[in-house]
C-alpha cells in the first residue's frame, strides 16, 4: 500500500528559482501534514511517532520476514500495513471523508506484537511500551465518543478542532465568519472563552 515517489530527474530539470519554489513548498506541507495530527486525534501524533520508528529502522519487507517467523500470515501483515498507510495517509486514525474512525484489522495481541517484533522496538523498549500504553485504549476504541470526529459538548464525538465547551450552534456561526473573510474554519482551531465580552475565539496553528 505505499509506493516510493522518484523525482530525482524531474527535480534536476528545474530552474533555480522554481527548485526554490518546490523546496519551501515541501517544507511547508510537510509542518503542515505532522499539524494534523494534533488537530484531528488524542492518539494520532503518539502513534504515528511509533509506526514512523518502525518504518525508519527496518524496511517493510525485512520486517514481514520477522513476523512470518512470528506465525502471521500474509492476510495479517497486509492488514497491519493497510492501517499504517492509511495513518500516515491520513493524518489520523480517521477518514477524510465522513470523518468515523477506522482501526486495525487484527487483534490488540497481534499489533502490539507486530510493533515488538520490530528493531526499533528493540533498541527503545521503555519508551514504545510508555506510549502505547497511553494511547492502547483509544487506538481501538469504537463506542462514542471515540467513534467520529465531532462536538464534545453533545457527546457526539471527539475533535481537538473544538474545545469541549464550544456548541455545534456557535461553531456554524464561527465558520460562517470565517469563510466570509476567505478563511477555512478546519486551518483553526476553534473555542469558547470564559470572558463574555469576547466569548468565540479562533487561532491558526499554521501561524504560531
Avoid at 525508519?56 to 512470528?70: A, F, I, R, V
Avoid at 487483534?107 to 514504545?128: G, I, L
Avoid at 500504553?133 to 471527539?158: C, D, H, M, T, W
Avoid at 478542532?161 to 477555512?184: D, H, I, P
Amino acid at each position: 500500500p505505499i509506493f516510493g515517489i522518484y523525482c530525482k530527474e524531474a527535480f534536476k530539470s528545474l530552474t533555480s528559482q522554481q527548485k526554490r519554489y518546490a523546496y519551501h513548498l515541501y517544507k511547508a506541507s510537510w509542518y503542515g501534514y505532522l499539524i494534523s495530527f494534533y488537530q484531528r486525534s488524542y492518539e494520532g501524533p503518539a502513534l504515528t511517532y511509533l509506526l514512523h520508528q518502525v518504518f525508519k529502522k527496518e524496511k517493510p519487507t525485512d520486517l514481514k520476514g520477522k513476523l512470518k517467523q512470528n506465525q502471521f500470515n500474509d492476510d495479517q501483515i497486509n492488514k497491519i500495513y493497510a492501517y499504517c498507510a492509511a495513518i500516515f495517509g491520513m493524518a489520523a486514525p480517521y477518514r477524510s471523508t465522513g470523518e468515523k474512525k477506522y482501526i486495525p484489522e487484527v487483534s490488540k495481541d497481534q499489533f502490539e506484537t507486530f510493533m515488538k517484533t520490530s528493531k526499533a522496538y528493540q533498541e527503545n523498549t521503555e519508551t514504545f511500551n510508555t506510549i502505547w500504553k497511553s494511547i492502547e485504549k483509544e487506538v481501538y476504541a469504537l463506542e462514542q465518543p471515540y467513534r467520529e470526529i465531532g462536538f464534545p459538548n453533545i457527546a457526539k464525538g471527539l475533535s481537538p478542532y473544538y474545545s469541549v465547551n464550544l456548541t455545534e450552534q456557535e461553531a456554524e456561526a464561527v465558520e460562517k465568519f470565517l469563510t466570509s473573510k476567505g478563511m477555512y474554519y478546519r486551518n483553526c482551531l476553534l473555542y469558547t472563552s470564559p470572558s463574555p465580552r469576547d466569548r468565540q475565539k479562533s487561532r491558526m496553528p499554521s501561524s504560531a
